[in-house]
Nanobody
């Protein structure tokens, strides 16, 4: 059984910071990338950041310079450090794992709410 569990979400003021973490339990031997999507009510789910097993990072234009993704390959954990948060960052954030050869994420976490508001 594979499970992805996110933590670290919550309420933060504009300009503040949060760190999201995703812990993977169960064995996944062919991980290609891990990362984060987010989805606001009534909006499409969008890719926020990803990191491959080789350490290559990609970010959505809207978060470049503000978010940093990191991964511990040995532990199969991924974190998203978010700074200079804006109200438009408010969403449910979902951790994912993709595997070699897959066009879509293979596994998803349950999501963690991030709310940026005064």
């Amino acid at each position: 059984q594979v499970q992805l569990v996110e933590s670290g979400g919550g309420l933060v003021q504009p300009g503040g910071s949060l760190r999201l973490s995703c812990d993977v339990s169960g064995s996944i031997s062919d991980i290609y990338a891990m990362g984060w999507y987010r989805q606001a009510p009534g909006k499409q789910r969008e890719l926020v950041a990803s990191i491959t097993s080789f350490g290559s990072r990609n970010y959505a234009d809207s978060v470049k310079g503000r978010f940093t993704i990191s991964r511990n390959n040995a532990k199969n954990t991924v974190a998203l450090q978010m700074s200079s948060l804006k109200p438009e960052d408010t969403a449910v954030y979902y951790c994912y794992v993709s595997t070699w050869g897959a066009l879509q994420p293979r596994y998803w976490g349950q999501g963690t709410q991030v709310t940026v508001s005064s």
